[in-house]
């Protein structure tokens, strides 16, 4: 597996890395867990990122890879824990981190990543802009001065706000997701601009859009659902066409369009099972898309430049618009926050 450096970090991580979501008791557990870090290890992956708001993924990470002397970059999150969540109270911010060392069996944490950083209304982190204060800044200062954490980042789905918090220059990575994939381009000038800028790491979150990438829809695209504008369906119709053309599977087309960019450093895929994620590295491992091919993908994701209004976020294909489907979707993106990119 080929490692990229990890921005400004001393840090090199393999180009796949694992999203912790799904290692949790959202998919196989423990038992599954253990299965998925044991090859992922063997495969050459050496990270991974979870988060308190990823049900018990932190619990169920550290049970799994208890025992296991292969190097792991470890990456988790401030934010949701405990509840109710006052960012703005510093001794429970310290006490969640010593909770996520205590669950993953860490005595170190390598990147500790504020969660949500960029919706203010949901997450009030900041007590200022210019320059950007906070209580959750000045705890990353003392954890690093102890020891417990070496690097900080941010981890967050809008554009326009998580730019400017990069521009802040206080952070080392930036875990970006839902805003840059094969359709989606909104970050590419503005939060990755900035990010390599600075020098930052660059976690490319949600390559396959939390599995609507992955999946054709083809039939459902044509009937074009409530939600689906016009002009996104006809730019599925495209992307579609270019996955005829090519004969590349989706998965492997959204994976090998994440690594084409050599400033991300890696792509956290949220495998439920080993088969997922050996599929996963079967796809890297057969490099950047052809130029022909990231061109006209190019062409493709310049229909839509921008989301349309109102258009969800994790595009609701196969899922009833109206029912339980949606809702359950809605209450597992609740549950974690930045769900990152599912397989299937």
Not at 34 to 62: C, F, H, K, Q
Not at 64 to 87: E, H, N, Y
Not at 238 to 250: H, Q, T, V
Request: charged content about 25%.
């Amino acid at each position: 597996m080929q490692t990229r450096r990890l921005g400004r970090t001393d840090l090199d991580v393999s180009v796949l890395s694992i999203g912790g979501l799904y290692t949790s008791s959202l998919a196989g557990g423990e038992s599954e867990t253990r299965r998925i870090m044991g090859r992922a290890m063997e495969l050459g992956i050496n990270a991974i990122d979870t988060a308190p708001a990823y049900a018990d993924s932190e619990a169920t990470v550290g049970q799994a890879i208890r025992g296991m002397d292969a190097p792991l970059v470890m990456t988790t999150k401030l934010g949701g824990r405990p509840q109710p969540f006052d960012p703005q109270d510093i001794d429970a911010l310290r006490n969640s981190v010593d909770e996520s060392l205590r669950l993953l069996g860490r005595d170190c944490i390598e990147v500790l990543m504020i969660h949500e950083p960029d919706r203010p209304q949901q997450y009030p982190w900041w007590t200022g802009y210019d320059p950007l204060e906070g209580p959750a800044l000045d705890l990353i200062d003392e954890l690093k001065r102890e020891g417990k954490i070496r690097y900080c980042g941010l981890a967050g789905t809008t554009v326009t706000e998580m730019t400017s918090l990069v521009e802040s220059g206080r952070f080392d990575v930036v875990l970006t997701a839902f805003n840059y994939n094969v359709l989606y381009r909104e970050a590419k000038d503005s939060v990755l601009a900035a990010a390599t800028r600075h020098d930052m790491g660059i976690v490319l979150g949600s390559a396959l859009g939390q599995g609507f990438l992955a999946r054709r829809a083809d039939e459902e695209i044509r009937r074009r659902p409530i939600w689906l504008s016009q002009s996104r369906q006809r730019q599925f119709g495209e992307y579609y066409r270019l996955l005829d053309e090519s004969g590349i599977s989706a998965v492997e087309m959204c994976l090998r369009f994440a690594i084409s960019d050599p400033n991300v450093s890696t792509i956290p895929v949220g495998c439920k099972t080993v088969e997922h994620l050996e599929a996963s590295v079967t796809a890297v491992e057969k490099g950047p898309l052809p130029i022909d091919v990231l061109s006209r993908l190019d062409e493709i994701a310049a229909m839509v430049p921008t989301r349309p209004f109102e258009e969800p976020m994790i595009l609701p294909f196969g899922k009833s618009y109206f029912g339980p489907g949606i809702a359950n979707m809605g209450a597992a993106v609740q549950v974690g926050k930045l769900s990152l990119s599912a397989v299937d």
